[in-house]
């Protein structure tokens, strides 16, 4: 049985019908460059997540960017982030002229560890992203908290997490803003580049929607320097359809994760991810701990079942942050996890029985 680390097809056309048409409807109405669509979408996303305004913007790299650059991140600046992310987390900090200060994570979640987090303050420091990791929401209240005590910023980096919830409430307002992807893996997935910030600051928003349209708020008046950060016209009506099926693909992405737990239950070599006391992991990835991680990703494999790995090297041993000049053993969490983590199939047409076949593959390979 062949199963693939993700089927983007399948969810396809799952929906087919809705989504054809929805691409003709911005073809019919040469809605390419925002526009209606994206309009009706970033609507309904801040609806989804009870904030207050939405801008779609073509990426969720640019989301971050242009997120940090609205609030006045800039040269000599420090911002805290997780060195466990995807490199765009710190990356953006760094487009902004400012330094990624990295920080370890905590060994059960795999989030930012808050106690960690007032060490690596200095009097640079403006702001922390909280990286809700593999679709599970940071310790908010606790970061928010630090956040407030020492009057600085605090961004959500929700790019794994649509319709995560912290505490019974949606993920993305607890600071000054959220920023999201909708790269075609993630939960909620474009057909091509996507991503949204949101927020309920009228202000921060004007001043992004400026930012995000090169300065202007009318066309071909420019207030200040900015950039082309526009989502598309197709990607806000093919978002817009997806996010009908979000709540459905959420959940059953959850009951997968619980079918995991117990088909691997007693693979004791095996440390299958858990949910923090209060939160609404919508698992973007299922990533398991294993010692001998690169042996059971090739049997997997050989056996044609495709996993991935989140992250192999932690942003701090990029070569592009050599500079910062953090060797090995800087922070000893995030580079244990890097070792072991393995993230097997998910996604929201997974089968009860691919699910038990890999976990059977994972059985066999650890009593050989
Ligand atoms: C945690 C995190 N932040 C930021 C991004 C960047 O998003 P994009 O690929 O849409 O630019 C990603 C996407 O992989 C991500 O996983």
Redesign the pocket.
């Known amino acids: 049985m062949k199963i693939n680390f993700l089927d983007l097809k399948a969810q396809y056309l799952s929906i087919k019908n809705e989504v054809d048409e929805a691409i003709q409807g911005v073809i019919n109405n040469t809605a390419f460059a925002l526009g209606p669509f994206v309009k009706s979408f970033e609507e309904n996303f801040a609806t989804a997540h009870k904030a207050e305004y939405c801008i779609g913007v073509n ?4 989301a ?1 960017h242009l997120a940090l650059w609205a609030l006045g991140i800039g040269k000599d600046d420090e911002v805290i982030v997780p060195a466990n ?2 490199f ?2 710190p990356e953006a900090v760094s487009l902004c002229g400012a330094k990624p200060v990295f920080v370890d994570c905590e060994s059960d979640y795999f989030n930012i560890n808050p106690q960690n987090i007032e060490r690596a303050m200095t009097d640079r420091t403006k702001a922390i992203i909280a ?1 809700h ?1 593999y679709g599970q929401p940071a310790q908010l209240i606790e970061i928010k908290s630090i956040a407030e005590k020492n009057n600085i910023l605090l961004i959500e ?1 929700c ?2 997490a649509h319709l995560a919830e912290y505490k019974g409430s949606p993920i993305g307002t607890f600071g000054a803003c959220g920023c999201f ?3 075609p893996g ?1 939960n909620l997935g474009a057909y091509g ?1 996507a ?1 949204a910030i949101l927020t309920n600051d009228k202000e921060l928003y004007m001043k992004m929607i400026a930012l995000r349209d090169h300065g202007s708020s009318q066309k071909y008046y420019h207030d200040c320097i900015g950039h082309n950060y526009r989502m598309e016209g197709i990607q806000g009506a093919i978002l817009d359809v997806k996010l009908k099926h979000l709540h459905e693909w959420t959940e059953s992405r959850r009951k997968k994760a619980d079918l995991y737990r117990k088909y691997l239950a007693d693979v004791k070599d095996v440390v299958v991810p858990i949910e923090m006391p209060g939160v609404k992991h919508v698992y973007h990835l299922f990533v398991v701990r294993v010692a001998q991680r690169n042996d059971l990703q090739k049997y997997l494999q050989d056996n044609e079942i495709y996993t991935g790995i989140h992250y192999p090297i932690p942003c701090h041993l990029q070569k592009a942050y050599a500079f910062l000049h953090q060797p090995k053993g800087t922070f000893p969490i995030a580079e244990k996890m890097a070792d072991e983590i393995l993230s097997l199939p998910m996604y929201a047409e997974l089968t009860e029985k691919e699910i038990q076949f890999v976990s059977h593959k994972i059985r066999d390979f650890h009593k050989s």
Request: aromatic share 16%; proline share 0%; charged share 15%.
């Open positions: 990426s969720g790299t640019s971050l992310t995807f765009a987390t990286v990791l980096d790019a794994q992807s909708f790269y993630k580049e991503g």
